[in-house]
């Protein structure tokens, strides 16, 4: 059995949810072992400058530049010995690089997370020369647009043989879908930490609790159901509300099952990169409705296995480089004045859904479907992986 080392990331903290699946169902003949590391007094500083600069009026390409030039020096002085005491036959380095004298392979969700989610233009050079070297054998992006922000950003000629895109995927589940009433159940997953308190407005939180009102004036037995802690302006509209369930703190991996298996539409019309909760939905069967931004639309068919709203024209979603643009102030301002945009196309598509039930019902079993036997299966994930990692192997 050879050993993984999953390199955590490069700003510290427990290894994401998104790694679960391959530390409980790594590819044949392979194990991950990792380390969660608890961040510093230093990173817990930088976490807390990072969301005081994001909402300061131009204050964050400032700090873009400086968060980025704090990755290298971060980066240069970084403790390998974690791997080296795992002794591992080949280092994992989860959106990060590394400077291990050993075979190592990189993913990352789109390239700017190669250096802390900063500006690549100012260390474009280190990051080539590190994708170059000897050491690094694969270049593991999580989707066909991550693999265009690479090209877009990077001179990639010296390490194009090593680019292949590998999707993440979710676990199959053992369940029969059943409708076991008739209400037409929405349901909608967030943070439940009440510190992360931008986390509800990026995954569209507010869309889903307005279209849900409107809706709920055209339907009878619908229900929304929310796994999210929610502020206090949502909570005042859902109160007095028995058609909508909130539930604000963790749940068990049980109960958050059973919510996931007893609903049937999963909204979602996240203004993000795609993440576990859309792919968690479409394992439990669930139509997905969800914007057509960043890796979306290569999970979610349109029409197909989910549905795909178009994306505000007025908001500029993308920088340079086809990454997200989180870091302009201005990029949240505008989702909120193109808000009523959005309900509205989330109404008109929910619509079909609560009154086609055959239709629902297809999107779902082609999404599960797509979960268990397609691109975003654990089996064509180790696939490629258990490739990727003996060739690397043989090569060291």
């Known amino acids: 059995m050879k050993k993984v080392f999953l390199k955590g990331r490069s700003q510290g903290g427990p290894i994401h949810s998104l790694y679960r699946g391959l530390l409980d169902f790594p590819p044949e003949g392979y194990q991950f072992v990792t380390r969660g590391l608890a961040p510093t007094k230093r990173q817990n500083l ?15 390409g400032t700090w873009l530049r400086l968060k980025t030039l704090q990755y290298l020096a971060i980066r240069i002085i970084q403790d390998m010995q974690a791997g080296s005491k795992a002794n591992p036959d080949l280092i994992y380095a989860s959106q990060q690089l590394t400077s291990a004298r050993m075979p190592w392979v990189v993913d990352f969700e789109y390239v700017n997370a190669l250096v802390n989610y900063g500006d690549i233009r100012l260390c474009k050079r280190f990051v080539q020369r590190a994708l170059a070297s000897k050491w690094c054998k694969k270049i593991l992006p999580w989707s066909d647009w991550a693999k265009r922000t690479l090209y877009r950003s990077l001179d990639c000629g010296s390490f194009k043989e090593k680019i292949e895109m590998i999707h993440f995927a979710a676990s199959p589940k053992d369940f029969v879908k059943t409708e076991k009433d008739d209400k037409v159940r929405l349901l909608f997953v967030g943070s439940t930490n009440q510190f992360n308190f931008l986390n509800f407005e990026w995954k569209g939180g507010y869309e889903v609790v307005d279209a849900f009102l409107t809706l709920s004036k055209k339907y009878d037995g619908l229900e929304l159901v929310m796994r999210s802690w929610v502020p206090p302006e949502i909570q005042k509209k859902c109160t007095n509300r028995p058609d909508i369930k909130v539930f604000s703190t963790p749940l068990s991996e049980d109960a958050l099952a059973r919510l996931y298996a007893s609903s049937d539409v999963f909204l979602f019309p996240t203004h993000l990169n795609l993440g576990m909760a859309i792919l968690e939905a479409m394992s439990y069967e669930l139509p997905v409705i969800a914007v ?3 890796d979306v639309p290569e999970a979610i068919q349109d029409m197909k296995t989910g549905v795909l709203l ?7 979603y993308y920088t340079w480089n086809g990454a997200p643009n989180h870091n302009d102030w201005e990029l949240l301002q505008r989702i909120r004045r193109s808000r009523a945009w959005m309900v509205d196309q989330i109404v008109e598509k929910a619509s079909v859904l609560i009154e086609d039930s055959s239709l629902r019902k297809r999107l779902g079993r082609e999404a599960r479907q797509r979960i268990e036997q397609g691109e975003f299966s654990i089996k064509k994930r180790n696939e490629k992986l258990k490739r990727v990692f003996d060739e690397a192997s043989f090569a060291a």
Request: charged share 25%.
């Open 310 to 316: 178009k994306p505000s024209p007025n908001v500029p």
């Open 46 to 60: 930088v976490f807390d400058l990072d969301r005081k600069f994001r909402n300061i009026p131009g204050g964050g």
């Open 292 to 294: 057509s931004l960043y």
